[in-house]
């Protein structure tokens, strides 16, 4: 529906009556304002839906109809607050097309000073509706009106307003942070006073550890839009304006404030500076600019206004946004030959304007920003590696361009075939395809960051909707079929020419190898729920059938999610059972936790979509002890599993426990005892329930392919298991994209039950907490002393330890490894003999571990295609390995097990874990 710029002055009434007399096509007939906190009564008809919808009771809605929005209530805390009072749905009502993340207002770019809401409430009058939520923060009383109408129904307006009331902490800029974790969703910057310098897709760098490098990555623009991921459908777009800063002096003089931007992969930020600037502006901040931040407040007296908006697209491309930024612009009409394409229009000069994606029969149009006679050029990217550049000249209100040709590629016909995955590789000088690219060329200085969707492979369930028809570069493929670790690989080599067509021929994989007994599980995985991929739920249950493991365990961020229903409608039910879990996901330094309490899975959980999450656990501000309490107050009692502890990377340390275990400030020292500095902080225990942040169940001691974060990890594993503190080792793929293989590292767990739909969650989630499980990213073991293994007890002092390996060709196996208490005792050659017995003897108590490890052959995932082993090929950046959980003897048989405690002198595994094998 199209307004005219006249109806913006017509009295409410009239332009309801408009409005409702013009509405056509997909737009509801029921439009209508409406500011309501969610309840019972009114969930179904006001709650909105979608891949990232989480508002529930409490909540509190706003729409008109065509837009509906969900602010979340003061208590209710958000991805960077242990607080509320922010957006966190936006989508058109009834399309259930939410993508929409949170919009967390902040002084000075500060998660500690992120707006802490304490009072909300809802206003509705003649054609308006409005949320306000207040409170105070630094001497800063505060006041956000989140408003919507029924003249620009795709608009929600929200304006905040700050007046210092006291002295506090200076403020010398205010803003908004929107996060879209690993290109959730994809920003492109716009600036309207000068567009020669708008970046569009193309972002400076950025290092969120550095001051600088934040400082230097701004830029003057004041409009992003958010682009959704394409394929989640029905597409949607964000667009967020600021639309009027200004600082009004004690004396009632106003002044307009500089806006400032940044993007980074997981982050953008709209905001301005609390004062005008004394030197400089008018083009992209540098250090002159930058520098007078330092000496800016907003002083006793005065008020900062910060008005902003956000448009709704219903595509997945930014002109759904620019056209109605730029409604009287010039039209610019024409088709493609390829619908799959995007159109890039950028000025002559190359500053880009807008994008564009065709629609299904490959006709687009868009609008242009102003009628002078400008020159610009249209860049169409299509799959398969094709593009053209095709020159516009401008000159009038309507510009047709008539058919343009990327030229023909290659296709590849796909028939049916079981759940299986695809891996290409391109042989010189043919590039690996990139499956699921969106095409938008998003960069962060010279390094481009690849989206959420993208992989050189693709995974069939052997379902309905399997990808059936391939596009691809003309060339030399080699093309490898597998279906996980105990499977065969099929290999083809492939010659494709442009405008041909060509069926797959390949030999399904078969089945070589098992362990009866035991269950294949992932306990870490993600898909389209989590707030930081746009990764399809049906491909990421595809892509779990395609790898050949048993339990999928759903973790997205702080929201539960089910994949049963997905898993049934693929016909998958006898071969994946899912269990409902979530990842609590600590960002917050707050003054209960200055340092986070990083992230942690728990599951099972039982979901309730009525909540806000979904139900999901609290987080925030709260120590791990805290969530154990809350946890063990459940029935049945989930496990609580400590994640990446010793992770980096965006917002390092955050969710990596033990680089600053939460309050002490300071990494867990694996060679010092619990009761030291700084460990002691791990083994205080809460006053109310008796607990200690180390009382989690389970340790992640390996997240996806690092070999050098499993080795610090297991440092700190083995000091826990010698001070007599018992974790299970977990292995998982922590899967957010298709480029990380799910299921790979997984867990192999003593189970004998019954799979799929009747899995026993209570027996298996016990054999998980009890350690009765070893990880691997390829080799099947049998570890045993005597007759025990993993998790279990050996009773003597002496006894026979048995390793026994499987794998399957293309998997290596090289050399066992045997630890005793975190000690490395003995190396064993397997390249000839995969099933080796050596005998052990105990003064003492004491734990036994095992490693197994492969070498790779030359030949790594950068070079060429035929050179590359099919373990590198089939798993870039991994290594084959496996450990097993301890198998803890008692030497005397009085029923005890004491734990060895720190040796003198620590063994390498601890003193130096990366030097250690």
């Not at 919507?148 to 700050?162: A, E, F, S, Y």
């Not at 992969?265 to 709209?270: I, K």
């Not at 995955?421 to 590039?431: C, D, E, H, K, W």
Request: hydrophobic share 40%; proline share 8%; net charge negative.
């Amino acid at each position: 529906m199209k307004l005219s710029s006249s109806l913006r002055s017509l009295p409410s009434a009239l332009a309801l009556f408009l409005m409702l007399t013009t509405l056509t096509g997909p737009e509801p007939l029921w439009a209508v304002v409406f500011a309501e906190r969610l309840a019972p009564e009114n969930l179904a008809r006001l709650r909105q839906g979608g891949p990232d919808a989480i508002a529930g009771l409490g909540d509190w809605a706003l729409g008109n109809g065509v837009l509906c929005a969900a602010i979340s209530d003061a208590e209710h805390e958000s991805v960077l607050s242990a607080r509320g009072g922010v957006l966190v749905d936006l989508g058109h009502c009834g399309r259930a097309d939410d993508q929409w993340g949170v919009l967390q207002p902040m002084l000075n770019l500060s998660r500690k000073s992120a707006l802490p809401v304490a009072e909300m409430r809802a206003e509705t009058q003649a054609g308006e509706a409005h949320i306000i939520a207040s409170g105070q923060l630094n001497g800063l009383y505060f006041e956000t009106r989140y408003s919507v109408d029924l003249v620009q129904p795709r608009r929600l307006r929200v304006r905040t307003v700050l007046q210092r009331t006291r002295d506090g902490e200076a403020m010398f800029l205010f803003g908004d942070i929107a996060l879209h974790g690993h290109r959730q969703l994809t920003p492109f910057t716009l600036s309207s006073e000068r567009p020669d310098l708008s970046p569009g897709f193309v972002h400076p760098a950025i290092d969120t550890d550095s001051s600088v490098s934040m400082a230097r990555a701004m830029v003057s623009a004041d409009a992003h839009v958010l682009v959704g991921g394409t394929q989640l459908e029905p597409g949607i777009a964000y667009g967020w304006r600021l639309v009027d800063a200004r600082l009004e002096q004690a004396d009632g003089t106003q002044v307009a404030l500089p806006p400032l931007a940044a993007n980074g992969e997981h982050f953008s930020m709209l905001g301005a500076f609390s004062r005008p600037l004394w030197l400089g502006g008018g083009g992209a901040p540098g250090l002159i600019e930058l520098a007078q931040m330092f000496f800016m407040e907003l002083e006793v007296g005065e008020r900062l206004s910060y008005e902003r908006e956000l448009i709704l697209g219903a595509r997945a491309d930014v002109s759904s946004v620019t056209d109605q930024l730029w409604p009287d612009g010039p039209l610019v009409e024409g088709q493609l030959d390829d619908p799959a394409a995007r159109i890039h229009v950028r000025r002559l000069g190359g500053a880009p304007v807008t994008e564009v994606r065709p629609s299904p029969d490959g006709r687009f149009r868009f609008r242009l920003p102003t009628a002078e006679a400008i020159d610009y050029v249209l860049e169409a990217r299509a799959p398969g590696g094709r593009s053209l550049s095709h020159p516009l000249r401008v000159e009038g209100a309507r510009v047709r361009v008539g058919r343009l040709a990327v030229g023909r590629p290659a296709i590849l016909e796909i028939p049916p075939m079981g759940p299986l995955r695809l891996v290409f590789l391109g042989i010189a000088p043919t590039p690996d395809p990139r499956f699921g690219d969106e095409l938008l060329g998003f960069r962060l200085g010279e390094e481009e960051i690849q989206s959420s969707t993208v992989a050189n492979h693709i995974s069939l369930a052997g379902a309905q909707g399997d990808p059936s028809r391939l596009v691809l570069a003309p060339g030399s493929y080699r093309v490898l079929a597998t279906r996980g670790p105990e499977w065969s690989v099929s290999q083809r080599e492939l010659r494709l020419e442009a405008g041909a067509s060509e069926v797959l021929e390949i030999e399904p994989p078969v089945k070589l190898i098992g362990q009866p007994g035991w269950i294949s599980a992932d306990l870490h995985v993600h898909a389209q729920a989590s707030d930081d991929t746009a990764f399809p739920l049906r491909r990421r249950i595809a892509a779990f059938a395609a790898q050949g493991a048993d339990v999928v365990v759903a973790t997205e961020h702080d929201y539960i999610s089910d994949y049963g229903p997905m898993i049934r409608a693929l016909g998958l039910s006898q071969q994946i059972a899912s269990i409902t879990g979530a990842e609590v996901t600590s960002t917050v330094r707050g003054a209960v936790t200055p340092h986070t309490s990083g992230h942690s899975n728990a599951f099972p959980l039982t979901r309730r979509p009525e909540l806000y999450r979904a139900g999901a656990p609290r987080g925030e501000d709260r120590r791990l002890r805290d969530l154990a309490a809350d946890l063990r107050s459940l029935a049945p009692r989930p496990v609580l599993q400590l994640n990446h502890p010793r992770e980096s990377g965006f917002d390092t340390g955050n969710g990596s426990y033990f680089s600053h275990l939460a309050v002490a400030g300071q990494p867990f020292e694996p060679t010092r005892p619990l009761a030291a500095e700084p460990n002691r902080v791990l083994i205080e225990r809460d006053s109310g329930s008796g607990l200690r942040d180390l009382d989690f169940d389970a340790i992640e001691l390996l997240n996806g392919p690092s070999m050098s974060r499993y080795r610090l990890t297991r440092a700190d594993w083995f000091s826990l298991l010698l001070q007599g503190e018992i974790r299970s080792a977990t292995a998982n793929s922590d899967s957010h994209r298709p480029a990380e293989i799910v299921a790979l590292p997984r867990n192999q767990v003593v189970y004998t039950g019954p799979r799929g739909p009747d899995l026993d969650t209570r027996v298996f989630v016990e054999a998980v907490r009890a350690g009765r499980l070893y990880g691997t990213t390829g080799p099947l073991l049998d570890v045993r002393l005597g007759e025990r293994g993993p998790g279990e007890a050996f009773v003597g002092e002496a006894g026979q330890l048995r390793i026994t390996v499987q794998a399957v060709p293309w998997v290596p196996v090289s050399e066992a490894r045997v630890y005793l208490d975190g000690a490395l005792h003995r190396r064993i050659d397997l390249r000839e003999k995969r099933d080796v017995s050596l005998p052990l003897s105990f003064s003492a108590d004491a734990f036994v571990t095992v490693e197994i490890e492969g070498e790779l052959p030359p030949g790594g995932p950068s070079s060429d295609a035929r050179a590359r082993s099919i373990y590198a090929a089939l798993a870039p950046g991994f290594t084959p390995f496996a450990f097993t959980n301890p198998i803890f003897v008692d030497h005397n048989g009085d029923g005890r097990w004491a734990p060895p405690g720190l040796p003198t002198p620590l063994p390498v595994t601890l003193s130096d874990p990366l030097a250690s094998p």
